[in-house]
């Protein structure tokens, strides 16, 4: 998930900008989340390439559902560059 402040690699460097870079985050789709008795703040744990990662869930109706997104660019999380097929 992109965002206007954080995503971008320099935007971490200005003071100004780094306060509204958003905290780590998973949002799902709604019939993702309620399965998974999943609401806001709650944490999900999953691991992508051997690392693990628990992170707050934000539900929303912003994301398709059978996908869950992060946050790009994140000082605060390093994933795994995804294969072709997953990007």
């Not at 990662?53 to 109706?61: A, G, K, N």
Request: aromatic fraction near 10%.
């Amino acid at each position: 998930m992109y965002h206007i402040f954080g995503s971008e690699e320099l935007s971490t460097h200005a003071p100004a900008v780094a306060e509204r870079i958003p905290a780590p985050y998973v949002m799902l789709h709604p019939g993702d989340a309620g399965p998974l008795e999943l609401t806001d703040g709650k944490f999900l744990s999953f691991q992508i390439d051997g690392k693990n990662y628990d992170l707050p869930v934000i539900v929303s109706e912003k994301i398709p559902a059978g996908l869950a997104g992060v946050p790009a660019g994140l000082d605060a999380l390093h994933f795994p560059e995804l294969p072709a097929w997953a990007l």
